[in-house]
């Protein structure tokens, strides 16, 4: 690794990856995920817990700091928004 | 097959709790210190399934519950870290393990005389982390706003429940802090050893049998190879 920021496709790759690992599901499945794709709300393991799984899990990968305040359902909502909230922390460095 | 033992009480007194063993009296014998609260419940089975693996290869193996785990008539909110530390303590005297195994949080427990293995091991304050963190998204999905720094203070002044966890004062302010101890005796098995996603990440709990072999395998080959 570099100490460039990740570009926007490995963070796309990475959040994906993670998805995986929380959701417990085929890699080809979430590699079906778009921006509209449903998360909180629409996939019944997602949790209050696994939620807070997935933000701890992004923080370590993606070298990224998630304050309470961060977190909505709008980012929760869909693929796209969390992919849209993670490239935005990531710029944030 | 499970067998009970006498686990001391922080304060003094003792507590009859369960232990799963597999003790046929063989040379190897493992003391495992599984993984503590939220992902306890994710890492059970592929514990277990681990010790399955190694009886078959010939390795003893002992899990042991402390005093508020599982089945346990003591209360979790009167545990302290320091009670289940004795509580190891004890049950290494009990057991007479040769080696240690601990998984994520449990390597807080980890004994310092005993050579071994830690799995993918983390401090208590990112065990807390999760669990108030989902504290904090389910309050907020509930229409109630709880932050992070009030549920710390709680924590530390009375004790809290997270995640249905009941942890008292004590235990809540000694997992603020504590991280697994320096010991070269004991071999960090990293996640990435075993190939997948960590389980302990797991919206449900899940097994992977490919895991489980890969981890038998790197304690039994260790313990064996040098009885060839």
Known sequence: MSGLAPSRGEIDTTLRAILCDVLGLDPDDVAEFDGDTGLF???????SMAVAGLLTEMEDRLDILIEDDDVDGEMLETYGGLLAF???KVVEG | MYTSWTCPLPGGGTSDEIALTFDQGRKHRLLVIPA???????MRRHTVEVMRRLDLSGVDSFLPDLAGWNDSLAPLRNQTLEGWRAGIAAAIAEFQPSHVLTIRAGALLA???LPGWRHAPTGGKQALRAMLRARTIAAKEAGREETMEALQALGRSEGITLAGWQLG????????????PENEMQAEIAQSLLGGGGLWLRAEPDEDPEQADAMAAIIAIALLGGDA
């Not at chain 1, 709300?41 to 949790?47: N, V």
């Not at chain 2, 004062?169 to 697994?180: G, I, R, V, Y």
């Open chain 1, 41 to 47: 709300g629409h996939l019944p393991e997602l949790d």
């Open chain 2, 169 to 180: 004062a004590d235990m809540f302010a000694a997992l603020e802090s504590a991280t697994p």
């Open chain 2, 36 to 42: 503590l609260f939220d992902e306890a419940n994710k």
């Open chain 2, 111 to 113: 004994p310092d005389g």
């Open chain 1, 86 to 88: 993670a490239e935005a």
